[in-house]
């Protein structure tokens, strides 16, 4: 075994406190890793604090990794020390059920192995997140990662990064739609960046109108202060694709009345509460209402290189790891532009 | 003026009874119709009891309307007196906005005009339903009837038909498909009826054990009571499609969960209420929750031809106009199988 510096939360109710545990040395297929930094993604927040059940204490987060190679096994084959890599929300699945088959390891229907507050697939060792000095990873669910960008700005394309560019890529949102992005957060800016990419028309949809700045500075052609009626009868029935980023509780009939003929919203994030659906603001107008869960590792990685090509990082705070529960706070305020990342030299 | 018998609801508690009153010459794009057979959609009902509210009195309900021609305008290209045709639930849209454009005149963004409990383009004269011996349609929102079927099980295809094989269509349910049919209603039944014969598996999911030789008469190959825990455990995660007719309130996320990885359930009921949706049904497996509106006129001729061409009609059971209120009674029971025809004869 390996001995393992992090930060863990002991129960839900404890602040995260440095923690020293163990991970296994790496087997024949498994790749180690120094962590250079971490995203802090909200639902670190809601797995720490138990809010969705059944967490595992004690919790080590952390589901946006970069870091380098700092030993491999003998049987890897694509990656070398000293190489740059990413590890994201998933560290193992069962490789052989149709969803798997179909590099859609996020759907696994045996077990997908989440990066921390899971179990491995022998259903016992529980895994441990990237708020620590080295990760030790089956290749399979190893990422590799440009130098070509800024390694803190590439951490949070491991979540938020992947969860908004696999709906747009899988309802082929590109030139000639119109495209809305909900909520311009950790989710929503890295939504505006990849559809404007794409060569969409976006319009942030937002209840703030201080970010309206922001908002066009990262790639959005307008701008809906969702408050004001006025704006907001200019896009009735006009979006054909609306990617929804919010997870506090609201109503989702208020947004599809926005979407065309035959438009979708996607949901990426969770609110606590079911929301009720009017079957008429769907039928009305051939509409979806669909959600998706980050993506693959195949395409996880196209997405990492696609960033590379075109220059796409996260907009960042970088914090020591002794910050991490102020920064859980402003985080709960939505006082973060756009994602916090923990530099793990900090440690 | 031509003068037309029919029967009419004169406010939302009374009856319906004889009623006589007029409907337009036909103009030079005008068909002139002898209904003979008209269907008893749900929806009648809703309506002549004002429960969507915005009812207009006196009102003639029927939009599953068969024919023969009995008189044409002088431009009218496509139809000449004795043929026979169909009318269903519109009579007129602005014919030039992009979704009428688009062969989706459901969907106008100026002005749908339904067949009943509407008002025509001029935002005045009201619409006359197919409970009655005559009806005066523009030829564009006529509809050819094959002589090849029987008539009295073709007018229901004018609503129920429509309506569930434009989702079947629009989402490309066929061969290699798991679909199920929740409710096997008058919607339903044809659902299962469409769904077998492009190819797919159909499952008839129901409350009641008892339909089930009917269902596979129809050409289920499957029938889970969904009731029964054990035999909906079975289908879990198992349809790519699944076309829920139900109109009575229920919980779409129970059968979002029977749905696969990138699964789509498409709504034709709505419930009196906005239904609660838990986002995870969606987002744990990339589901879709849609809905769909009849369809356009061209698809519906599609769909009379392809009914012409398969040999498909609604199974019906034919009633003499004096027996509606009854019918009405039987229907909500859901004592039908499986759709009520008027024969307009007996008027």
Same mark, same amino acid.
């Given at each position: 075994?390996?001995?393992?510096?992090?930060?863990?939360?002991?129960?839900?109710?404890?602040?995260?406190?440095?923690?020293?545990?163990?991970?296994?040395? /790496?087997?024949?297929?498994?790749?180690?890793?120094?962590?250079?930094?971490?995203?802090?993604?909200?639902?670190?927040?809601?797995?720490?604090? !138990?809010?969705?059940?059944? $967490?595992?204490?004690?919790?080590?987060?952390?589901?946006?990794?970069?870091? &380098?190679? $700092?030993?491999?096994?003998?049987?890897?084959? @694509?990656? =070398?020390?000293? !190489?740059?890599?990413?590890? #994201?929300?998933?560290?193992?699945?069962?490789?052989?059920?149709?969803?798997?088959?179909?590099?859609?390891?996020?759907?696994?229907?045996?077990?997908?192995?989440?990066?921390?507050?899971?179990?491995?697939?022998?259903?016992?060792? +529980?895994?441990?997140?990237?708020?620590?000095?080295?990760?030790?990873?089956?290749?399979?669910?190893?990422?590799?990662?440009? !130098?070509?960008?800024?390694?803190?700005?590439?951490? /949070?394309?491991?979540?938020?990064?992947?969860?908004?560019?696999? /709906?747009?890529?899988?309802?082929?949102?590109?030139?000639?739609?119109?495209?809305?992005?909900?909520?311009?957060?950790?989710?929503?800016?890295?939504?505006?960046?990849?559809?404007?990419?794409?060569?969409?028309?976006?319009?942030?949809?937002?209840?703030?109108?201080? =970010?309206?700045?922001?908002?066009?500075?990262?790639?959005?052609?307008?701008?809906?202060?969702?408050?004001?009626?006025?704006?907001?009868?200019?896009? &009735?029935?006009?979006? !054909?694709?609306?990617?929804?980023?919010? $997870?506090?509780?609201?109503?989702?009939?208020?947004?599809?009345?926005?979407?065309?003929?035959? #438009?979708?919203?996607?949901?990426?994030?969770? /609110? +606590?509460?079911?929301?009720?659906?009017?079957?008429?603001?769907?039928?009305?107008?051939?509409? $979806?209402?669909?959600?998706?869960?980050?993506? #693959?590792?195949?395409?996880?990685?196209?997405?990492?290189?696609?960033?590379?090509?075109?220059?796409?990082?996260?907009?960042?705070?970088?914090?020591?790891?002794?910050?991490?529960? @102020?920064?859980?706070?402003?985080?709960? &305020?939505?006082?973060?532009?756009?994602?916090?990342?923990?530099?793990?030299?900090?440690?």
């Amino acid at each position: 075994m390996i001995l393992v510096k992090g930060y863990a939360a002991q129960n839900a109710k404890s602040p995260l406190a440095p923690f020293n545990f163990q991970r296994r040395e /790496p087997g024949p297929t498994d790749v180690q890793i120094d962590i250079l930094y971490c995203g802090v993604c909200h639902s670190d927040l809601h797995q720490i604090r !138990d809010e969705w059940g059944g $967490s595992i204490f004690p919790m080590v987060p952390g589901h946006e990794i970069v870091g &380098k190679v $700092s030993k491999v096994g003998s049987e890897v084959k @694509n990656f =070398k020390i000293g !190489d740059m890599v990413g590890v #994201g929300c998933l560290v193992d699945s069962c490789r052989s059920c149709s969803n798997c088959k179909a590099d859609l390891e996020q759907f696994c229907e045996v077990h997908s192995v989440a990066t921390y507050n899971s179990l491995e697939m022998d259903r016992k060792t +529980p895994t441990y997140g990237g708020y620590s000095n080295q990760i030790v990873v089956d290749e399979k669910f190893t990422l590799k990662v440009s !130098d070509k960008l800024k390694l803190e700005g590439v951490a /949070p394309l491991l979540c938020a990064g992947i969860t908004t560019y696999s /709906p747009l890529r899988h309802w082929k949102v590109g030139k000639g739609h119109k495209v809305a992005v909900v909520g311009l957060g950790g989710l929503g800016h890295m939504a505006v960046k990849f559809a404007a990419s794409f060569g969409a028309e976006v319009t942030v949809l937002s209840t703030t109108a201080s =970010k309206e700045k922001d908002a066009k500075k990262l790639g959005a052609h307008h701008f809906v202060v969702t408050k004001d009626e006025g704006q907001i009868k200019k896009v &009735k029935e006009s979006f !054909d694709f609306i990617l929804n980023t919010i $997870s506090a509780q609201h109503d989702y009939n208020f947004f599809l009345n926005l979407l065309r003929v035959n #438009g979708t919203m996607v949901l990426v994030g969770v /609110p +606590p509460e079911a929301v009720p659906v009017r079957a008429f603001s769907l039928i009305g107008g051939r509409r $979806s209402l669909a959600g998706s869960l980050i993506g #693959g590792l195949k395409e996880t990685q196209e997405m990492l290189d696609y960033c590379a090509t075109h220059n796409i990082t996260s907009e960042i705070e970088i914090i020591p790891i002794k910050e991490i529960e @102020n920064a859980y706070v402003r985080m709960v &305020k939505g006082d973060v532009r756009y994602r916090f990342v923990i530099d793990m030299a900090t440690l």
